[in-house]
């Protein structure tokens, strides 16, 4: 490894950017918030796009599950191509890819008429550059930072992602309604182009060049190995294989209808929804000065009240009930996504960090689909309310489980992280995000 660049001279008293936020992590904040913007909004353009053409909510749901189904396949692969290739290349390609695709599909719909098939293609090559471009950015978001700073910057890049996300789902919606869902699409692909531009100017010099590996699959089973022979590394992806499945059955599949049902319409679940994000925004806060001993033991018992908000569909409770379990639960998930994202960095070796986080994608999103799919027939075996209790026992039944491992009880912060040869100034850390925010 290439030896620290000399610290800059001191900057004026005037910097408003802290000494540990360097170009990189600047720069990769920046485009992710520049990303968070565009894709939120063209999430919900997406299903608008299909419902405009006459298509019905299977057809929306084809969408979704096009989105899905190549981050299912392609993940495990980028995560290897990531840590065999530079890591800001990948970035940049797939950035390519997700604005051609979206372009593409922005002129279909402003065009008018476009066919099912053609929009699950172009959804489908979007969700694929999503699956290369994941691994590698969390690998190269880890590589800006070192361990003294981690907490903060972790907890600073998440409400930043979180907060454009929140945004960019209010302006989409606002879009749609005032020029159509076809140009917030082509202001995606914008986005998208805008972000590639600025990871262009990533500064690599420091990181050291990759030692040729054995192929592929060698690659692969070199990750599958760091997984498996870390027990609260794989306990945990199996735990959130679990959650995120339910999690995202509630919130996408009973959410709505109860709140069409018993709740007065879809802007009660709007709000609710909104305030699950505020919630984020909160516990990265919180994150930002809290760095607690035990990692993974408060970051476990902070998944607990994800159980919370399919308990409140359950009983149901009134709006104001609902938004605050989901205050709640957005706030908890965020203190586990920091922690977990500085374990990772604490623990996972840097050049095989990529695959590692490919696992773990892979591991929370996989029975997703699933999920989603099984919810309407377990409704009308079940009943909605048993269904929803059911959701909350799985949540809490595999977080529990996960306490029993020792190493998720016993692992506490480093005085002193890892040190990354040309982080910036002082030493500073990295963070990962994943699906409800592992």
Request: with cysteine.
């Amino acid at each position: 490894m290439s030896s620290p660049r000399p610290a800059a001279p001191r900057t004026p008293a005037h910097r408003r950017r802290p000494d540990w936020a360097g170009r990189n992590y600047s720069l990769l904040t920046g485009a992710a918030i520049i990303t968070n913007l565009g894709s939120h909004g063209a999430h919900i353009a997406a299903a608008f796009a299909v419902m405009e053409t006459g298509g019905s909510v299977g057809d929306v749901g084809l969408i979704a599950a096009a989105r899905t189904l190549p981050l299912v396949l392609f993940l495990l692969i980028g995560g290897a191509i990531a840590d065999r290739l530079p890591r800001h290349r990948v970035m940049v390609a797939a950035n390519v890819l997700n604005c051609l695709s979206q372009a593409a599909f922005a002129v279909l719909v402003l065009a008018g008429e476009p066919q099912l098939w053609q929009m699950m293609l172009l959804t489908a090559l979007c969700g694929t550059g999503t699956a290369f471009f994941n691994p590698a950015a969390e690998g190269m978001l880890l590589s800006t930072v070192s361990g003294e700073h981690s907490n903060r910057a972790f907890a600073l890049f998440r409400m930043a992602i979180n907060g454009a996300g929140i945004g960019g789902a209010a302006l989409g919606g606002a879009m749609i309604a005032a020029v159509g869902p076809g140009w917030v699409l082509a202001a995606d692909a914008a986005a998208f182009a805008v972000a590639g531009a600025l990871r262009t100017f990533l500064d690599v010099g420091h990181v050291p060049d990759r030692a040729p590996g054995g192929g592929l699959l060698a690659d692969l089973r070199e990750g599958w190995v760091e997984v498996r022979t870390r027990p609260w590394l794989w306990s945990i992806v199996l735990q959130f294989s679990v959650v995120v499945a339910v999690v995202g059955a509630a919130d996408a599949v009973y959410g709505p209808l109860v709140a069409r049902d018993q709740l007065g319409g879809p802007a009660p679940w709007g709000v609710a929804l909104a305030f699950f994000g505020v919630g984020t925004i909160a516990g990265a806060v919180l994150m930002m000065a809290w760095k607690p001993r035990r990692l993974l033991l408060v970051g476990t018992l902070c998944v607990f009240p994800l159980a919370l908000p399919s308990a409140g569909l359950a009983v149901p409770l009134p709006v104001w009930g609902l938004c605050v379990v989901m205050f709640v639960s957005g706030a908890a998930i965020e203190v586990f996504g920091v922690n977990w994202m500085t374990a990772m960095h604490q623990e996972i070796p840097e050049e095989k960090f990529s695959r590692v986080t490919a696992y773990d994608w892979f591991g929370s999103v996989s029975m997703l689909p699933l999920a989603t799919a099984l919810a309407g027939p377990a409704e009308s075996a079940f009943g909605r309310t048993q269904s929803l209790w059911g959701c909350a026992v799985l949540v809490v039944v595999p977080t529990a489980l996960v306490l029993l491992v020792p190493d998720v009880r016993r692992m506490t912060r480093r005085a002193q992280g890892k040190t990354v040869a040309g982080a910036a100034a002082a030493p500073a850390e990295q963070p990962p995000a994943d699906a409800v925010g592992h």
